[in-house]
């Protein structure tokens, strides 16, 4: 069974950092783009960054300039470092690995900005 697990939120105060992580299992990783997503109370879930099998990248417009994805094919994982982080960045955080209509999500991790 393919797991998808992320790890690494919790609460920073305004412009701190924090690194979430995602690790798959079980997936052909180096075939599969992988992308962070969000979702905050009352909103829909949106795409933060992906970075595609090659290493492209690609970011939300709100987060571009202060989040970097990055990920590591020997480990499979992915990571999302975030600086200078905002309130408005409090959301749950979904890893998402994808393939051609195969999708798999993590359960989601807790980030809250907040003073």
Known sequence: QVQVVE????S???????????????IIFSFYHMGWYRQAPEKQRELVAVITDSGSTNYADSV???FTIARDNAKKMVYLQMNS???E???????????????????????????
């Open 7 to 10: 790890s690494g939120g919790g």
């Open 85 to 87: 982080l905002k309130p």
């Open 64 to 66: 571009k300039g202060r």
């Open 89 to 115: 960045d409090t959301a749950v955080y979904y890893c998402n690995a994808r393939l051609s209509t195969d999708a798999y999500w993590g359960q989601g991790i807790q980030v809250t900005v907040s003073s």
């Open 12 to 26: 920073v105060q305004p412009g701190g950092s924090l690194r979430l992580s995602c690790a798959a299992s079980r």
